[in-house]
């Protein structure tokens, strides 16, 4: 009996190990071809750096200003994902947004909620069940809040109000790059 165990534990491990390793292989982390990387920043943050209070629930809770440059030449559109691991619930996401046209290079500051954004993409749900962006709200001490950008080989036009779950699911095998800022912020 105790060698089935054993055999049982070793199979869930395998199983389990096989699990990550099909993770490892998501075509989320694909670079740009020819050694050029896509990047993603902000004029009122530094990667890594605090996120002004504007941007969050203790000021007016309004999208900060981001720019990207280095996209792939096949890139069709971009979604943007902006998520707290720390949250204490787990991962708590902010803003989903996505069919962001390739021309564009940049989100203004203060970006709409309304699901369709005429130029810019729809918005998804956030954590909050809220279309757009809601800004970091943490309840204690310093939280990091990734700004995750994809450029895809597609236009998804996906109907408005996707969860983050939803949109990793339909950009699997259209990723073409990945850029990402982390800022901080504390209460």
């Not at 054993?6 to 990550?20: D, N, Q, R, T, V």
């Not at 990387?37 to 203790?58: A, L, Q, V, W």
């Not at 757009?132 to 990091?144: A, E, L, S, T």
Request: glycine share 10%; with cysteine.
């Amino acid at each position: 009996m105790k060698k089935y165990l054993l055999y049982f534990f070793l199979s869930l491990c395998l199983i389990a190990g096989g699990s990550a390793m099909l993770q490892a292989k998501d075509p989320i982390n694909a670079q740009v071809k020819g050694g050029k990387t896509m990047e993603i920043k902000s004029t009122s943050f530094n990667h890594e750096g605090m996120i002004p209070s504007k941007y969050t629930c203790d000021g007016r809770n309004i999208s900060p200003p981001l720019s990207w440059s280095g996209a792939p030449e096949k890139t069709k559109s971009f979604a943007l994902i902006c998520d707290d691991p720390d949250a204490p619930v787990g991962l708590w996401v902010h803003w989903v947004l996505y069919d962001i046209p390739a021309v564009v290079q940049a989100l203004p500051e203060n970006v709409a909620r309304d699901e369709n954004l005429a130029g810019l993409g729809k918005n998804g749900k956030n954590t909050s069940r809220r279309f757009g962006y809601d800004g970091p709200c943490p309840p204690n001490g310093v939280h990091r809040y990734y700004f995750k950008l994809y450029a895809l080989d597609t236009m998804l036009n996906a109907k408005a109000g996707l969860t983050k779950d939803e949109l990793l699911q339909a950009i699997k095998g259209h990723v073409l790059a990945e850029a990402q800022m982390m800022g901080r912020y504390k209460r």
